[in-house]
C-alpha cells in the first residue's frame, strides 16, 4: 500500500495542508500567522497561562512561544508580566484588541474552510466531528508524547460553528 493511501498519511498531508493555509490567509487578511493565532486562542482560554505551559499545549519550544509573544506583544495584542510568586515565570494575557482580533480570525477561517465543509451533510458533519473527538482523545490521552491537556466537547463544537454561521 502505498504511503498516500494511508489514513494517517491523509491526515497528517491534510492537517499541514490546512495550516499552510490557514497560515497565509491570516496573514493576508489580519497580519498575523497561524502561530500567533492559536497563542492567542489559548491565552484568552487560560489568561496568565505560563509560556512553558503554552509551548507543551501547543507543542512548540518555549523559545518559539516567547518569541511570538513579543511579536503579539509589539503589535499589541496581548500582554506579558512576570509572576510575582516565580519572577522567572512570565504570564501573558490577550488586551481586548487582541481578543477582537482572535475572534476575526476565527470568522476568517471559518469563511475560507466552509467551501470545504458546505457540501457535507448534518450526517456526515456530525460523523466527521465524532470521528475526529475520537482520534484527538486517542492522541492526546493521558501520557501521550505531545497530547494536550485540554478536551474538546462536541456540543462545545457544535455551539461554536452555530455562532459563527457555519452548520453542523
Request: hydrophobic share 35%.
Amino acid at each position: 500500500m502505498q504511503p498516500v493511501n494511508t489514513v494517517s498519511y491523509l491526515l497528517q498531508h491534510i492537517a499541514a495542508v490546512l495550516h499552510r493555509q490557514s497560515d497565509q490567509v491570516l496573514l493576508e487578511r489580519l497580519g498575523i500567522g497561524m502561530s500567533q493565532f492559536r497563542i492567542l486562542v489559548m491565552l484568552q482560554a487560560s489568561p496568565g497561562i505560563s509560556q512553558r505551559k503554552l509551548g507543551d499545549s501547543l507543542g512548540q519550544t518555549e523559545a518559539s512561544i516567547s518569541r511570538q509573544i513579543k511579536l503579539l506583544q509589539e503589535k499589541g495584542l496581548c500582554a506579558s508580566r512576570t509572576d510575582p510568586a516565580e519572577r522567572r515565570k512570565h504570564l501573558a494575557a490577550p488586551t481586548t484588541k487582541g481578543l477582537k482580533i482572535t475572534e476575526a480570525a476565527r470568522e476568517v477561517l471559518a469563511s475560507y474552510h466552509a467551501p470545504m465543509l458546505d457540501p457535507l451533510t448534518d450526517k456526515q458533519r456530525r460523523a466527521l466531528q465524532e470521528t475526529l473527538h475520537h482520534l484527538h482523545d486517542y492522541s492526546c490521552a493521558p501520557g501521550r508524547p505531545g497530547g494536550c491537556d485540554h478536551p474538546f466537547d462536541l456540543l462545545d463544537l457544535y455551539n461554536a460553528q452555530t455562532a459563527s454561521g457555519t452548520k453542523s
